[in-house]
């Protein structure tokens, strides 16, 4: 059973358009991590959500944690084709403890 | 550079094979990582040292085996590997101060069983 679970697995859109990747679980979390991951390279931490509710912005990237802290998503507005590489979403519990859900990957073609 | 180096970056051996994956941290963390990361599926957690004591180990076959001789290196020992253990092996480390750590991550090894 995945704890984490995100969708869609795959996004291919062209530059200049809007996309939002989700992350679900049933389970409660003590705070969400993003990490994108770039082809041969290991995973780089975006941000970390604490509070239910939370929204945080990076540049284009608008990310929110769902009220009940089981749940996140990830907005980015007008796609570069820097953006392209693998989604991840980590829930962590009692602080250190890391589960990571399979990733979306997206391809922002020029 | 994230500051966490792992060796080597490919690795392509076969089932009777011993080799060993090397992994260094110049960032003064405390808490290191072995995950596995397998096409299609979630990062799978394997070991976790915390101030070189092992308190992870998630179900991980014996033909696994992790060493961490101080806090800027980890190792993990592979003997009689199979070829569904093919994957990016990606090491981390984080502070461990009891707050809401972050991961850093090397580039990994690629590993492939024969």
């Known amino acids: 059973t995945q704890l984490l679970e995100q969708s869609p697995q795959f996004l291919s859109i062209q530059e200049g358009e809007n996309l939002t990747v989700y992350c679900n679980s049933s389970?409660?979390?003590?705070?969400l991590q993003w990490y994108r991951q770039e082809p041969g390279e290991g995973p780089v931490l975006l941000v970390t959500?604490?509070?239910?509710?939370e929204v945080k912005k990076l540049k284009r990237l608008t990310f929110q944690f769902g009220d009940a802290r089981k749940d996140s998503s990830l907005h980015i507005t007008a796609a570069q084709p820097g953006d392209t590489g693998l989604y991840l979403c980590?829930?962590?519990?009692?602080?250190?403890?890391?589960?990571f859900g399979s990733g979306t990957k997206l391809n922002v073609k020029p | 550079e994230t500051g966490v180096t792992q060796t080597p970056r490919h690795l392509v051996m076969g089932m009777t094979n011993k080799k060993s994956l090397k992994c260094e941290q110049h960032l003064g963390h405390n808490a290191m990582y072995w995950y596995k990361q397998s096409a299609k599926k979630p990062l799978e957690l394997m070991f976790v040292y915390s101030l070189e004591e092992r308190v992870e180990n998630n179900s991980v076959p014996s033909r696994f085996s992790p060493e961490c001789p101080n806090s800027s290196h980890l190792f993990l020992h592979l003997h009689t590997l199979q070829p569904e253990d093919s994957a990016l092996y990606l090491c981390?480390?984080?502070?461990?101060?009891?707050?809401?750590?972050?991961?850093?991550f090397g580039s990994g090894t690629q590993l492939s069983v024969l």
């Open positions: 959500v604490v509070t239910g509710g």
């Open positions: 980590a829930g962590i519990y009692n602080f250190n403890k890391f589960y």
């Open positions: 981390a480390s984080s502070h461990d101060s009891g707050g809401n750590e972050k991961l850093f």
């Open positions: 389970s409660v979390f003590s705070s």
